[in-house]
């Protein structure tokens, strides 16, 4: 491996094998009880409590000459300085605390980077994932109101703006231009860094815009870390272990586990692509016995042939925001290996060595969102798991109370559907900009989480849909998730990954369609063979027939947000007249 103080400098060899970075126990129990830890100054407090600080444990990659990758590591104190630098460009450029700075660039440490530089100036990065579409992103950052935007390239912002130059923000600058400053040049103001109060905002946070414009999900100081302390103790951090960080670090759930992997010490490698062609050689080259990601990895993970060699040492699959599919799940657990420690983590420390591992991982299954503050259901499958359909497990122990609502607020009876609703003190202040927005997911003192579900007599809950999504048939509502999952699962051999929308019917009311994107050498049937080779299993689960099936042939068919997040409103829109063969 390789460290650098800088992205800016080469790298240099790394010096014989390093001390591990974890932070030792005592300390991270110290961060679990500390009343002033928060979003905004864990890079600080780590600093100041890891007597392992200079060790590097944040790795970015890249390729040599060769094609071969090659990891660049960065201790605390590297991030640190890195920090300043940014910190003290932007405040040359005028931001105060409290405003908006749009942050534009690639994923991987840099947005990271100008995370921590912003915050510690007490201003409020905006940070906006880069595959945003160029119109969508400049409607949102009007509505922030940004005083200044860095993006990797200004041209598109620029030609938007000079059409409009009274919306232009003060300043749009090149992330070279900031990685170039010379921090000597500019001093950092005197309260340096600024001392967050509990209810300070600390990010903006985008979501997905599969409903159309992104909401601006506040993330405050100490509700972002709420319901994170128990992880001090509880989440893997032997000396062995590594994570893979496959999340958006634009998003709430990439900044939340680079928030628990430096409080930790736990080597991470910060990841930029999330394509498996990208993944996977890392995998190869840091051996993780971790990875966490949004569903889009483990769908390409769990297609196809499986990363073996990659995941050899992976004892934990995490998914965060929606829950992911029983048919890919039940793939990736068959890989790596399970310590005796996670197992049983009871056992002394020279008991777990002389324990031998269990074949095969778990898969964790967490349904969380910017706006819950982090997943707040959860759900353990492993190879020995009987399945369960949809199912997202209990509450975590930050939930207040969680409910299942109908629309007056009144809570429903095990097993009927209805609105998902939660009690917890990592819920979001709200969104930027918008007190009526917020306003509309509050009901009888819940936060709606935006999704249908049930709750079983043992307390399980079990993610339908989300409420936009549910198909209004004149026999009433059909959930698309479980007629996902059946099709995932039951007909894997055909089916690499779906969407299941509703659209109008000529009797009224809507039906279901599918989208499908096939397996590799499953194009023998056509769409008529697949829609009834589909409605078999379906009816098999005793679950509502599908009226029509289409195949993506290119990428375009199959439209992915920003987070990589199936747009379920451009099918049902591209896809409206499909059953009607009326005119567009």
Same mark, same amino acid.
């Given at each position: 491996?390789?460290?650098?103080?800088?992205?800016?400098?080469?790298?240099?060899?790394?010096?014989?094998?390093?001390?591990?970075?974890?932070?030792?126990?005592?300390?991270?129990?110290?961060?679990?009880?500390?009343?002033?830890?928060?979003?905004?100054?864990?890079?600080?407090?780590?600093?100041?409590?890891?007597?392992?600080?200079?060790?590097?444990?944040?790795?970015?990659?890249?390729?040599?000459?060769?094609?071969?990758?090659?990891?660049?590591? $960065?201790?605390?104190?590297?991030?640190?300085?890195? &920090?300043?630098?940014?910190?003290?460009?932007?405040?040359?450029?005028?931001?105060?605390?409290?405003?908006?700075?749009?942050?534009?660039?690639?994923?991987?440490?840099?947005?990271?980077?100008?995370?921590?530089?912003?915050?510690?100036?007490?201003?409020?990065?905006?940070?906006?994932?880069?595959?945003?579409?160029?119109?969508?992103?400049?409607?949102?950052?009007?509505?922030?109101?940004?005083?200044?935007?860095?993006?990797?390239?200004?041209?598109?912002?620029?030609? =938007?703006?000079?059409?409009?130059?009274?919306?232009?923000?003060?300043?749009?600058?090149?992330?070279?231009?900031?990685?170039?400053?010379?921090?000597?040049?500019?001093?950092?103001?005197?309260?340096?860094?600024?001392? $967050?109060?509990?209810?300070?905002?600390?990010?903006?946070?985008?979501?997905?815009?599969?409903?159309?414009?992104?909401?601006?999900?506040?993330?405050?100081?100490?509700?972002?870390?709420? %319901?994170?302390?128990?992880?001090?103790? &509880?989440?893997?951090?032997?000396?062995?272990?590594?994570?893979?960080?496959?999340?958006?670090?634009?998003?709430?759930? %990439? @900044?939340?586990?680079?928030?628990?992997?430096? @409080?930790?010490?736990?080597?991470?490698?910060?990841?930029?692509?999330?394509? &498996?062609?990208?993944?996977?050689?890392?995998?190869?080259?840091?051996?993780?016995?971790?990875?966490?990601?949004?569903?889009?990895?483990?769908?390409?993970?769990?297609?196809?042939?499986?990363?073996?060699?990659?995941?050899?040492?992976? $004892?934990?699959?995490?998914?965060?925001?929606?829950?992911?599919?029983?048919?890919?799940?039940?793939?990736?657990?068959?890989?790596?290996?399970?310590?005796?420690?996670?197992?049983?983590?009871?056992?002394?420390?020279?008991?777990?060595?002389?324990?031998?591992? @269990?074949?095969?991982?778990? *898969?964790?299954?967490? @349904?969380?969102?910017?706006?819950?503050?982090?997943?707040?259901?959860?759900?353990?499958?492993?190879?020995?798991?009987?399945?369960?359909?949809?199912?997202?497990?209990?509450?975590?122990?930050?939930?207040? $109370?969680?409910?299942?609502?109908?629309?007056?607020?009144?809570?429903?009876?095990?097993?009927?559907?209805?609105?998902?609703?939660?009690?917890?003190?990592?819920?979001?202040?709200?969104?930027?900009?918008?007190?009526?927005?917020?306003?509309?997911?509050?009901?009888?003192?819940?936060?709606?989480?935006?999704?249908?579900?049930?709750?079983?007599?043992?307390?399980? *809950?079990?993610?339908?849909?989300?409420?936009?999504?549910?198909?209004?048939?004149?026999?009433?509502?059909?959930?698309?998730?479980?007629?996902?999952?059946?099709?995932?699962?039951?007909?894997?051999?055909?089916?690499?990954?779906?969407?299941?929308?509703?659209?109008?019917?000529?009797?009224?009311?809507?039906?279901?369609?599918?989208?499908?994107?096939?397996?590799?050498?499953?194009?023998?049937?056509?769409?008529?063979?697949?829609?009834?080779?589909?409605?078999?299993?379906?009816?098999?689960?005793?679950?509502?027939?599908?009226?029509?099936?289409?195949?993506?042939?290119?990428?375009?068919?199959?439209?992915?947000?920003?987070?990589?997040?199936?747009?379920?409103?451009?099918?049902?829109?591209?896809? =409206?007249?499909?059953?009607? %063969?009326?005119?567009?």
């Amino acid at each position: 491996m390789e460290t650098t103080m800088s992205n800016q400098t080469p790298p240099t060899p790394a010096a014989p094998p390093a001390p591990t970075p974890i932070a030792p126990l005592a300390v991270r129990e110290g961060f679990a009880a500390d009343p002033t830890l928060g979003a905004g100054n864990f890079l600080d407090r780590a600093i100041e409590a890891n007597p392992n600080r200079a060790v590097p444990y944040a790795f970015s990659h890249r390729l040599d000459h060769r094609g071969e990758v090659v990891l660049v590591g $960065h201790s605390l104190l590297d991030l640190a300085a890195l &920090r300043d630098r940014y910190a003290a460009w932007h405040h040359a450029m005028g931001v105060r605390p409290g405003e908006p700075v749009g942050v534009v660039v690639a994923e991987g440490l840099e947005p990271l980077l100008h995370f921590f530089a912003l915050t510690a100036l007490g201003a409020v990065p905006a940070l906006i994932n880069d595959a945003m579409r160029p119109d969508v992103m400049v409607r949102y950052l009007d509505h922030v109101g940004v005083v200044g935007v860095v993006a990797d390239d200004t041209t598109r912002l620029a030609s =938007a703006y000079r059409q409009d130059p009274r919306r232009r923000p003060r300043f749009l600058a090149l992330t070279a231009e900031v990685q170039a400053f010379d921090a000597a040049a500019a001093p950092l103001p005197e309260q340096y860094p600024y001392r $967050h109060a509990a209810e300070d905002v600390v990010a903006l946070i985008h979501s997905s815009g599969t409903t159309g414009t992104p909401k601006s999900t506040i993330l405050a100081h100490r509700q972002f870390w709420e %319901g994170k302390q128990p992880r001090m103790t &509880r989440f893997p951090a032997e000396p062995s272990d590594r994570l893979m960080s496959l999340m958006p670090h634009t998003h709430a759930g %990439g @900044l939340s586990y680079f928030l628990t992997a430096t @409080l930790l010490g736990l080597p991470t490698v910060v990841m930029g692509g999330w394509r &498996r062609a990208v993944v996977e050689p890392v995998m190869e080259a840091f051996q993780p016995t971790m990875v966490a990601s949004f569903p889009r990895t483990f769908v390409e993970l769990a297609t196809g042939e499986l990363p073996v060699a990659g995941a050899a040492r992976v $004892h934990s699959w995490f998914n965060t925001g929606d829950s992911a599919h029983y048919g890919h799940v039940r793939r990736l657990v068959e890989l790596g290996e399970r310590p005796a420690g996670l197992i049983k983590p009871w056992l002394l420390p020279q008991e777990k060595a002389d324990q031998p591992a @269990l074949p095969g991982s778990q *898969f964790v299954d967490g @349904l969380g969102s910017s706006e819950m503050g982090m997943a707040l259901f959860g759900q353990v499958t492993s190879p020995e798991t009987e399945r369960a359909d949809r199912c997202v497990g209990k509450p975590s122990e930050v939930v207040e $109370h969680a409910a299942v609502l109908d629309e007056d607020g009144n809570e429903l009876p095990d097993g009927t559907p209805g609105l998902l609703a939660v009690r917890a003190p990592s819920i979001t202040p709200g969104y930027w900009n918008n007190e009526r927005l917020t306003a509309s997911f509050h009901l009888s003192g819940y936060w709606l989480t935006g999704d249908v579900a049930y709750r079983d007599a043992a307390g399980r *809950f079990f993610h339908l849909d989300r409420t936009v999504d549910v198909i209004d048939t004149l026999d009433g509502p059909v959930y698309s998730l479980p007629l996902e999952e059946v099709l995932l699962a039951d007909c894997a051999e055909l089916v690499r990954d779906c969407s299941v929308v509703g659209v109008p019917h000529p009797a009224g009311g809507q039906r279901p369609i599918a989208v499908v994107q096939l397996q590799e050498g499953a194009g023998a049937l056509d769409e008529e063979g697949l829609l009834k080779a589909a409605n078999a299993e379906l009816g098999r689960a005793g679950l509502a027939e599908l009226a029509a099936l289409r195949v993506a042939r290119a990428d375009g068919d199959f439209p992915l947000g920003p987070t990589g997040k199936v747009l379920k409103r451009e099918l049902r829109t591209r896809h =409206a007249t499909l059953l009607t %063969g009326s005119a567009s």
